[in-house]
């Protein structure tokens, strides 16, 4: 799951490709709004001469300069702005073009990744395990509820419910889901129906199936000769919005994966990131499995919804 520094670097180029998209952009609204409105260009370079005496006074000593440059130069923004619209054009057709306005198409904030740069790593990653093509079949407008009855029909109709809630207080609210149930039930398909919408909505969502996980706990701590591209996916283990493990319980269980497990799910919880589950364990197998101090921090900060009926890929099969 990890990217390589090739792919790092893809990433960048990208955001490279977006500066200088927009700033072409830029540079042709620029022309376009010189070429009809002579005026506005004789004002935007009265702002460059503005400075230049301004300047000079400051340098001599004058201190009401910086108040007198800055009422001119706020009177000559407010001409730029009526002449811009007079000549049919938006206000703000002018300003700063960007993909993403909180990074300003940098990819970081503050030095840290922008949620842009985290959903390019998401979306790479999709595509090296095929999940994008799947999530195209496997979202809420798939959704169906013909083949649950009774009481396997109200368990779906409460995990949907939970699945919707947990969508639209994401952001707010601070919550974990754990689907359980037999094989076939649509614990993996609500999962791949919550990424879908969370990745619609610009979180960032990494999916793994339990042994994958698993695996890369594993390799962090043991492969040292990758450890700096390993660092990389750990973090961002850690610090996406959103972490999908599918099928836990089907990974090879020791004290070893165990103890790793603990800190996954307890460094998650302290940095209050989310974390979605499913398992054909039942309650019983879960407790049995795990140790008891897993079993409580599920109980305790996961909201449990059991899925039961008959195995829906068999009878689509029929």
Do not use: H, W
């Amino acid at each position: 799951m990890s990217l390589t520094n090739a792919q790092y670097d893809a990433i960048q180029r990208d955001y490279d490709a977006r500066q200088l998209r927009n700033r072409r952009l830029m540079e042709s609204r620029r022309a376009e709004v010189f070429r009809c409105c002579p005026a506005y260009e004789e004002a935007s370079n009265a702002v460059a001469s503005l400075s230049v005496a301004y300047g000079k006074r400051l340098l001599n000593g004058d201190e009401q300069a910086m108040s007198a440059y800055r009422e001119e130069l706020a009177a000559l923004a407010v001409k730029k702005t009526a002449l811009l619209t007079q000549a049919g054009f938006p206000a703000d057709y002018l300003e700063p073009v960007y993909d993403c306005p909180k990074c300003r198409d940098t990819g970081y904030v503050d030095g840290q990744r922008c949620c842009c740069f985290s959903q390019q790593i998401t979306r790479m990653l999709y595509t090296q395990s095929n999940l994008q093509e799947l999530l195209s079949t496997e979202n809420f407008s798939a959704l169906s509820y013909e083949y649950y009855k009774d009481n396997d029909l109200d368990n779906f109709r409460k995990a949907v419910e939970s699945s919707l809630s947990f969508i639209k207080n994401f952001q707010t609210e601070y919550r974990n889901l754990l689907f359980y149930g037999e094989v076939g039930t649509g614990k993996t398909f609500l999962s791949n129906c919550i990424a879908c919408e969370m990745l619609n909505q610009g979180y960032s969502v990494i999916y793994f199936s339990a042994s994958g996980l698993f695996n890369l706990l594993s390799r962090y701590s043991f492969d040292t000769g990758n450890k700096e591209m390993l660092y990389k996916t750990y973090e961002d283990l850690y610090n996406c919005d959103l972490v999908i493990i599918d099928d836990l319980g089907t990974e090879l269980s020791n004290s070893f994966t165990n103890s790793q497990f603990f800190s996954f799910l307890n460094e998650r919880q302290l940095r209050k990131k989310s974390i979605l589950i499913s398992t054909n364990l039942s309650l019983e197998e879960i407790k049995a499995r795990y140790s008891d101090r897993i079993f409580s921090r599920l109980t305790s900060n996961f909201t449990f919804r059991k899925l039961s009926g008959p195995d829906i890929r068999a009878c689509k099969n029929i």
